[in-house]
């Protein structure tokens, strides 16, 4: 006998995943639910780099399929929101003194153009002497060379809303405002326990879906039985917005520990990002450290000298990453997923994943669903539908 449920699935968290999983749920013709304590991108959907991108420097740690995916999904997003995600020229210089020669990036920009399939805008240029001193007052001192090429740029928390405006088009439910108080296996059921502050109510899935981000230990810690938890960290990542404008492009550069920063023009301003410090807060208590808000303008300083950055704004997110004894930027950054049963799972946790990779994410966390939800006829296909500013 069939058990009769509120909803097929309920989603927990209203990030960039948890938006992607309540749009592809619905479109799967799926009674979805989304559950958000705060508001839609209030944590670190809000608080990236603001970039939808293939992932160059992954090609070092051997990513590859990470990168192919993620310049699929850059080109799928350019496409279906054109007014959220823009194409925007990234000038890498490099310098005698840097980690990485020309020969090398020239490799790595080839590459990358070839998992794009050589598209028009994975395609680059080595730019010519004469052309460095117009380029908004970088260093030029010890540059051996430039390149450019193109990735994606979006509104990070805008992309989110208008994600979730699709799914409730399609017939999704958001709670925002809204906590899991708690949550049981009954059966063939998730008995879930909300509170809002119009009260509290329980109601019955048939699958659940744990996409908090930082959260998200938290929240699987609310489930009784307590779903597999893997050994991870949270990862602050800091921006710095400064006065003053970019105007020929994002500038990925070098910082003095190796590490890529990029110097982004944002909203008639400049944004630098990003930091990994290994952090053991509350996600909701992360701030920037003076030490990382030096860190970021030494390295503004350093590529940009004849400026004088006054910082207007800064702000910092968390991210999950797997643990290790590495530093954080050579982590493997692939999305992983954690389910309460092996074979035929009612559960999934989302763990890490990038925001350009969202869609594909969500899709593959419905597909471990696939056998447990139950059978419908599907309304769309998210690789099918546009998305328009919810603002």
């Not at 799914?167 to 809204?178: I, V």
């Not at 997110?317 to 050579?330: Q, T």
Request: hydrophobic fraction near 40%.
């Amino acid at each position: 006998m069939s058990v009769e449920h509120d909803y097929d699935l309920v989603v927990i968290g209203g990030g960039i995943h948890g938006v992607g999983v309540a749009q592809a749920s619905a479109a799967a013709g799926q009674r979805t639910l989304l559950v958000e304590e705060r508001s839609l991108a209030a944590g670190t959907s809000s608080r990236s780099s603001k970039l939808i991108h293939g992932g160059l420097r992954y090609l070092e740690s051997g990513q590859w399929q990470l990168v192919r995916e993620s310049l699929a999904e850059r080109n799928l997003l350019l496409a279906l929101a054109p007014k959220l995600v823009e194409l925007v020229p990234f000038l890498l210089p490099i310098y005698a003194d840097g980690q990485r020669r020309p020969w090398q990036i020239r490799a790595g920009l080839s590459i990358y153009a070839a998992l794009a399939n050589l598209k028009r805008e994975a395609l680059f240029q080595r730019l010519p002497r004469r052309e460095w001193g117009e380029l908004d007052g970088l260093e030029l001192t010890g540059l051996e060379a430039v390149f450019r090429y193109h990735d994606g740029r979006t509104d990070d928390a805008a992309l989110v809303r208008a994600v979730a405006r699709s799914a409730e088009r399609l017939g999704a439910e958001l709670a925002l405002g809204t906590r899991l108080v708690a949550g049981r296996r009954e059966g063939e059921s998730w008995v879930l326990e909300l509170a809002s502050a119009t009260g509290e109510r329980t109601v019955r899935a048939c699958c659940l879906v744990n996409a908090a981000g930082p959260w998200i230990d938290q929240v699987s810690g609310r489930l009784r039985p307590i779903p597999p938890r893997p050994r991870v960290e949270l990862v602050a990542g800091t921006h710095v917005e400064l006065d003053g404008v970019l105007e020929h492009g994002v500038y990925y550069t070098e910082a003095s520990d190796g590490r890529g920063v990029f110097h982004v023009p944002w909203k008639g301003r400049v944004m630098v990002g990003t930091t990994e410090t290994p952090y053991r807060g509350k996600p909701e208590e992360l701030a920037p450290t003076e030490s990382e808000i030096e860190y970021l303008l030494a390295t503004h300083r350093r590529y940009f000298p004849t400026r004088e950055p006054k910082v207007v704004a800064s702000w910092a997110g968390a991210r999950v990453l797997p643990f290790a004894s590495s530093r954080a930027f050579d982590r493997p950054r692939e999305v992983h997923f954690v389910f309460d049963l092996p074979q035929r799972p009612s559960f999934v946790a989302v763990y890490g994943g990038k925001l350009t990779g969202y869609r594909l994410t969500a899709e593959k966390a419905l597909q471990f669903l696939a056998l447990t939800l139950p059978p419908k006829t599907p309304i769309a296909r998210t690789s099918e539908l546009p998305l328009e500013p919810a603002d």
